[in-house]
C-alpha cells in the first residue's frame, strides 16, 4: 500500500509538502506545477487519503472532469475548480472516488452522487443517465435533467466592457480561446459571444479586433502582436484569462506601449500573480472555492431530498481594479 513518503519520492518534493497538499492546506505556497506532480504521483501509486469517517453517514462521492492535465494548467481557474470541489467532499468525510467511462457498474451502483466538471457532449450526458444517480454539473448547464453550478460569464464580461467603455474606450479587442475537452471536442468561450454582443449593440464592434488561440502567454503574445501590426490598434484590451494577458505584457512592451497610457488591459480569473504584474492586472475574479461548496451542497440536497426538478445556480464574480486600466487619452 501506497505512503505519503512514496508520493514525496515519485514527485521529488518533501513529505510536509504532499501532506500538505493533500490536506488542501490554503496557506502552503507552492505552484500549480507542484500540486499537479503531487496529485499525479497519488493517483499514479493508486494512494488512498485515511478518512475520519461517521459509518451512519458517510457517502460516496463520484468526481468526473473533462478538462485535461495540461489544461489545468494553461487555465488555473480548472485547477482550482476541481480542488475546491475534491476539497468540499474530502472535508465533509465522503469518500471521493474518480470515476471514467471505464468504471465498473459495480463501483458506479455504490455512488450515492457525481459531480462533474468541464464541458460535455451527448455520449457524456448519457454516460452521466445511464449510472442514474443525483448529479451535479459545474463550469456548464447542458441538459437540464442534472443540476448545474457555473459562473455567471455574461455579468462578468460586461463588468469587465462596462469598465473599459467608462473609461472612455470604443476601440475595445478581445483575445481568447475555444475551449476543447479531453475527447477533442470543441467549445466557442461564452465571453467571445457577449463582448460581440455587447460591442454591436452599441456600434463600435470591429471583427479586426477579435483573436482567438489558446489560452497559454504565447498566445496572448502573439495574438496581441497581430493586433499592433494593424493601422487602426486597439486601445483597451479585453482577455479571456490572467496567463494569456501575461503574454500581452510582453507583447506591448516589444512595440513600446504602456500599459495603462497606451492600452488599458483587463483579465479574468484573479490568478495569484496577477497583483504582482507590473502594472499590477485589473481582472475579474471568480470564486471557484464557493463553486465547489455549492456543487457540494447542491448535490447533497438533491440526495436528501430526492428532488425531481433541477436547479441552476450562477456564481457572481467581483471586478478588481488595479493600475492596468485607465481613462482614454484624449487625442
Request: charged share 30%; with cysteine; glycine share 6%.
Amino acid at each position: 500500500m501506497a505512503t505519503i513518503k512514496d508520493i514525496a519520492r515519485r514527485a521529488q518534493v518533501s513529505i510536509t509538502t504532499v501532506s500538505r497538499v493533500l490536506n488542501y492546506d490554503e496557506t502552503l505556497n507552492v505552484t500549480p506545477e507542484t500540486r499537479k506532480k503531487v496529485f499525479e504521483a497519488a493517483e499514479d501509486l493508486n494512494y488512498k487519503m485515511p478518512v475520519k469517517q461517521n459509518k451512519k453517514n458517510s457517502r460516496v462521492i463520484g468526481f468526473y472532469q473533462s478538462y485535461s492535465l495540461e489544461e489545468e494548467l494553461a487555465d488555473t481557474y480548472y485547477l482550482a475548480t476541481r480542488v475546491a470541489i475534491e476539497k468540499k467532499i474530502k472535508s465533509e468525510g465522503m469518500e471521493l472516488y474518480k470515476v471514467n467511462k471505464e468504471a465498473s457498474k459495480e463501483k458506479l451502483k455504490k455512488l450515492d452522487g457525481l459531480i462533474c466538471l468541464g464541458m460535455f457532449n451527448k455520449a457524456d450526458i448519457e454516460f452521466f443517465k445511464q449510472i442514474d444517480k443525483p448529479c451535479v454539473i459545474v463550469d456548464s448547464n447542458p441538459d437540464e435533467h442534472f443540476d448545474s453550478v457555473g459562473i455567471d460569464f455574461n455579468s462578468a464580461t460586461k463588468k469587465a466592457l462596462d469598465h473599459l467603455y467608462g473609461l472612455g474606450h470604443r476601440k475595445i479587442a478581445f483575445i481568447g480561446g475555444s475551449d476543447n475537452d479531453m475527447y477533442g471536442n470543441r467549445f466557442k468561450d461564452l465571453r467571445q459571444d457577449v463582448f460581440e454582443k455587447y460591442l454591436i449593440e452599441r456600434g463600435i464592434f470591429n471583427e479586426m479586433f477579435v483573436k482567438i488561440g489558446g489560452y497559454h502567454p504565447e498566445d496572448g503574445y502573439s495574438l496581441l502582436k497581430e493586433l499592433l501590426q494593424n493601422e487602426d490598434k486597439p486601445t483597451a484590451l479585453f482577455v479571456a484569462n490572467d496567463t494569456i494577458a501575461v503574454g500581452c505584457y510582453k507583447a506591448a512592451y516589444e512595440f513600446g506601449l504602456k500599459i495603462p497610457e497606451d492600452l488599458s488591459i483587463v483579465g479574468f480569473n484573479d490568478i495569484a500573480s496577477a497583483q504582482f504584474m507590473v502594472p499590477p492586472l485589473t481582472t475579474i475574479k471568480l470564486y471557484t472555492e464557493i463553486m465547489g461548496e455549492t456543487a457540494y451542497e447542491v448535490l447533497m440536497e438533491r440526495i436528501n431530498t430526492k428532488r425531481d426538478i433541477s436547479k441552476v445556480v450562477m456564481i457572481n464574480t467581483k471586478l478588481i481594479e488595479r493600475e492596468s486600466t485607465a481613462k482614454l487619452k484624449k487625442s
